[in-house]
């Protein structure tokens, strides 16, 4: 990479890194604020930045355009793998990994204080004489510029670390290598937890619970001790040796999916009311990559007395760049900088000049709409798919209406069409309902706002024949509340609700299975000319095949 990085302890930039051995990711912080952010893999276009060396210098490139540049601190977490951040290697300031999480929360959050619960495969970690102790979840409580540590759980192993493949060490005490474990043994790959999650929603969550909950020991303390891992998948899966037919297999990986994801949630909620428990605060912050779980996170204000809830949209590792960014500017400062409503549209805009010039460079046919919103709302009625490409993209796994593949949720056949022939992925896989967000309670159950699609709630049975097509098999639907914020997403559902009288639309990703969510123009006209996507708007220009 060409560009510098100058540390300046005048400047007011700090900049973060963010990732361990995957999901790469650089933050721009200044005056106490994102100025940008983005996921490496958005650049690189390698899912994950899985096995791609110094990740980190691509999205730094995408951030910091100029050939020099000043900062303050450049930080992350102390797992991020040396192969990351090579060519910053005598730079960096490295924190603790559940801290950097921590921070990611809550600082971006509207509390001036606030529970934390930090949950996640594993943190940082601890060298002893024969092993290493890693964090595998902890408790904090933060209170203006302030994160302190409550306790933690960790998960000591014997063996020498494997700085490459961290993902692959069995650890115990970890709800996240718990998972993870389910999830290889089901027969998805490393990162596609939410598979799991989406699987055991056809599943019986009673049929194998009580042999995981043997392996699980609850103590007053908080501490869970969890002794599930490779060996004991091993041994539980080999009884299940006979001769599956297709139908067969997926109902016995369902019936595992299900229960694994109840036991997971009774070690959430035990350790969410251990941790009302200790600080007596309603408010709670979530990350770490088990924060993703949106059925869990659904059902927090039910299973606990926490009153208000917060999830930043990247809680997983790509959201260190923004906490470890985050944890130095408080280092420095003492007066918070308090954000009532943090967007997570964090990447950079592209002007009409990139949107038209990539257009003709890549030969399209495309028009400037009069009503963008209205004429868009109406070629969904017709039943198009549209690829939907606004303004800058989204931090985080969740594509949230600027970078949003879009379909009317009327159309009941859409979910399989979808999964079958654009997304190209499993048939069991749901859809989001993104809804207008003073509309919630005529169609959802125990719903509250959630813009950032991590919390999954019940569909009314008497709206579930209105959105066939957001319903999953156990009639709960993974919300995206819209509000006025959200701009463009906003009036694009208002003017599709002002047609059909039905204020939800179906959104999912702009991108194909393996494939990282578009970032640039380009990636958006090459991703809609490989797909079987009707309509591609882009900005205002209304584009076709």
């Avoid at 983005?38 to 060396?53: P, Y």
């Avoid at 590792?317 to 409503?341: E, T, W």
Wanted: charged share 25%; with cysteine.
């Amino acid at each position: 990479m060409n560009s510098k990085i100058q540390i300046d302890k005048k400047s007011n930039l700090y900049i973060g890194i963010g990732g361990s051995t995957h999901d790469f990711s650089a933050c721009l912080l200044k005056d106490g604020k994102i100025v940008n952010a983005i996921e490496a893999e958005r650049v690189s276009r390698i899912k994950h930045s899985l096995d791609v060396f110094s990740p980190i210098n691509s999205a730094l490139k995408y951030l910091l355009p100029k050939k020099t540049t000043a900062a303050r601190e450049i930080s992350s977490s102390d797992i991020l793998n040396i192969f990351n951040w090579y060519d910053y290697k005598d730079q960096v300031k490295f924190y603790n990994h559940h801290l950097c999480h921590a921070a990611s929360c809550f600082y971006t959050s509207p509390f001036k204080e606030a529970a934390i619960f930090v949950c996640d495969g594993l943190g940082s970690f601890e060298h002893l004489q024969n092993g290493y102790k890693y964090e595998t979840y902890s408790y904090f409580f933060g209170k203006d510029t302030k994160i302190n540590l409550i306790s933690k759980n960790t998960g000591f192993i014997d063996e020498s670390l494997d700085e490459t493949h961290v993902h692959h060490i069995d650890v115990p005490n970890s709800l996240g290598l718990f998972y993870n474990i389910i999830t290889k043994m089901i027969g998805f790959e490393f990162l596609q937890d939410g598979k799991t999650m989406g699987l055991s929603a056809y599943g019986n969550p009673d049929k194998y619970f009580k042999e995981f909950e043997k392996y699980f020991k609850f103590k007053p303390s908080g501490i869970i001790e969890i002794n599930f891992g490779e060996k004991e998948a091993i041994d539980f899966y080999a009884k299940f040796d006979k001769t599956y037919s297709e139908k067969e297999k997926l109902k016995l990986h369902a019936d595992i999916a299900a229960s694994a994801q109840k036991m997971l949630e009774e070690c959430y909620f035990f350790c969410l009311n251990y941790l009302y428990k200790k600080t007596k605060c309603e408010n709670l912050c979530l990350s770490g990559g088990v924060t993703l779980n949106s059925a869990a996170n659904g059902k927090i204000l039910q299973r606990t007395p926490f009153k208000n809830v917060y999830l930043f949209p990247a809680c997983g590792d790509a959201g260190i760049a923004i906490g470890s960014a985050y944890v130095a500017y408080y280092k420095d400062h003492n007066k918070r900088v308090l954000i009532s409503q943090q967007s997570p549209f964090l990447g950079k805009v592209y002007d009409e000049k990139r949107l038209t010039t990539a257009l003709k460079d890549k030969g399209l046919k495309y028009t400037k709409a009069k009503d963008v919103y209205k004429q868009t709302a109406e070629l969904l009625v017709k039943g198009k798919i549209i690829a939907w490409f606004q303004e800058g993209s989204e931090i985080g796994p969740r594509a949230l209406g600027h970078r949003s593949i879009i379909v009317d949720p009327r159309k009941k056949w859409m979910k399989d069409y979808l999964n079958k022939r654009v997304k190209k992925r499993e048939s069991f896989r749901p859809f989001a309902p993104a809804i207008l967000e003073e509309r919630i309670d005529e169609y959802f159950e125990n719903a509250h706002r959630s813009p950032f699609m991590l919390e999954v709630f019940p569909i009314k049975k008497s709206m579930q024949k209105c959105i066939p097509a957001v319903v999953h098999a156990d009639g709960t639907g993974r919300i995206q509340t819209v509000g006025r914020d959200n701009v463009e997403f906003y009036r694009l559902i208002k003017a599709f609700d002002k047609i059909t009288g039905v204020p939800v639309i179906l959104n999912t990703s702009f991108n194909v299975n393996k494939m990282p969510i578009v970032e640039t123009p380009e990636d958006a006209i090459d991703c809609y000319l490989q797909t079987n996507i009707d309509v591609l708007i882009l900005g205002n220009f209304i584009c076709s095949k």
